[in-house]
Each structure stands twice: as structure tokens, then as C-alpha cells.
């Protein structure tokens, strides 16, 4: 179990969307610092809130970043990206860049962070997935999510002997720029953060923030035809 108040908590990807939430919701739940972390990072209003250049898909980013910051006891591995175009005709070079972003970048982090987290007591590594890591109609995207997944399964077993605890949380659709062209239903992003910071706190392994991915989660278990009908 991982309290919030008077952690030293550090977001990738923190310049929107569930990025800005994770920052604010640390400050309000009383973590005493907060790193927000971005490709070109944004300034910010409180004293509490450091700005810091983090790029997942740059390993000697990551690396600096690590090595100025080795107060963190939270880790919210956050960043992520979308592609345009399907499985089959997305451009091969976009394919790459996608799992960059969402899958080898994430590890990186992890990877990079776990001594960190280590030395500051074991602390909490949180990874943000999505109800399409179980679920194959975004494609590519589909593809990265489920890959983190995995990889952040194993990296629970990995992290159990130094005290981590690995959470991963799954979300569908939320109000972010990431979903702006997509009309469909979309949870609120603070509504998502707060369940996943509950979570967190409660000592849980694996957030379920809204009810698709509880839907979907529950079909696993199911024949294929339940979560794709067309198959039928």
C-alpha cells in the first residue's frame, strides 16, 4: 500500500489530459513534490510542481532525468501515444514509433526508476494501460497496449523483492486531446485519476477506472465471439 501524503511523485507525460489530473490529484492527496515531466514541459503556477524535460523514447533523457531525481517514491508511467491508420496499412515507421512510445519508452522508465524507487523505500510504480490492452479493435494501439500490459505484469513479479508495488490501471474512453475526433461516450479524466489514486492507496494491483473496462475484463474469459460478434 502506497500513501500519497508526503510522497515525492513523478508523471510522465504530465502537459494534459490525464497528465495535468495525475499532477493536481498528487498535490491535493498531499504529496509534498511533484515532477511533471514532458518532451518540452510546461510551466506551472506552485512551488510544489517541477517542471522537467523527460522524453520515454530517448534513453539518455530518461537517464538524466534519474539521475537529478532521486527523491521519487511515485512513478506514473503516463506517457502515451495513437496512430492513424489500421493493423494492415499504418505506415511501418509509424508502427515503430507507436511501440516506442507506449511500449520499449514505458519500460525504459521502469527500468530506469526501479533502483530509484528502491533506495527511497520501494514505493509504487503505476502504468497506465487501457480496456484496449484486452481488447484488439484500435489496432496498432491495441497491439502497444497489450504488450505493456504484459510487460507490466512481469515487472510486478520483478519488483516484488525491493517493495514495489506495480499497478496497472485500465480506462476506456476519456476526455482527453488524445480522443478529441472520436465521438463517443468518454469518462472524465479527473473521475479516471481519482480511481486510479484510490487504487493506489488501497494497495491494489489493478485498477479497473470505469465501467467498460470491467465489461470487458469480465468477457475475457468468454469465447472470442462475445467481445467480437462479427466473428460469429
Not at 515531466?37 to 522524453?55: C, G, H, K
Not at 492513424?84 to 507507436?98: C, F, H, S
Not at 479493435?137 to 514495489?164: C, D, E, H, M, P
Not at 469480465?218 to 467480437?228: G, K, R, T
Amino acid at each position: 500500500m502506497t500513501t500519497l501524503k508526503d510522497s515525492v511523485v513523478l508523471v510522465t507525460g504530465a502537459n494534459g489530459g490525464l497528465g495535468l489530473e495525475f499532477v493536481q490529484q498528487a498535490l491535493a492527496r498531499g504529496a509534498s513534490r511533484v515532477y511533471a515531466t514532458a518532451r518540452v514541459p510546461r510551466e506551472w503556477d506552485n512551488a510544489r510542481i517541477v517542471s522537467l524535460v523527460l522524453d520515454v523514447t530517448d534513453r539518455a533523457s530518461v537517464e538524466r532525468a534519474a539521475e537529478l531525481v532521486t527523491d521519487v517514491s511515485v512513478v506514473v508511467n503516463n506517457a502515451g501515444t495513437s496512430i492513424e491508420g489500421g493493423i494492415l496499412d499504418a505506415p511501418m515507421d509509424e508502427v515503430r514509433r507507436i511501440f516506442e512510445t507506449n511500449v520499449f519508452g514505458p519500460l525504459e522508465v521502469a527500468r530506469t526508476f526501479a533502483p530509484v524507487l528502491a533506495l527511497n523505500g520501494g514505493g509504487a510504480l503505476v502504468d497506465i494501460h487501457s480496456v484496449l490492452s484486452w481488447l484488439g479493435r484500435g489496432g496498432v494501439y491495441s497491439a502497444t497496449k497489450a504488450a505493456f500490459w504484459s510487460i507490466s505484469n512481469s515487472l510486478r513479479l520483478a519488483l516484488l523483492a525491493q517493495g514495489t508495488q506495480v499497478l496497472g490501471a485500465h480506462l476506456g474512453y476519456t476526455d482527453t486531446p488524445m480522443t478529441a475526433n472520436l465521438v463517443v461516450p468518454k469518462a472524465e479524466p479527473a473521475h479516471i485519476v481519482t480511481a486510479i489514486y484510490d487504487g493506489l492507496e488501497a494497495g491494489d494491483l489493478e485498477v479497473l477506472a470505469d465501467d467498460v473496462s470491467r465489461e470487458v475484463k469480465q468477457a475475457l474469459s468468454s469465447p472470442l465471439v462475445a467481445l467480437y460478434p462479427e466473428l460469429a
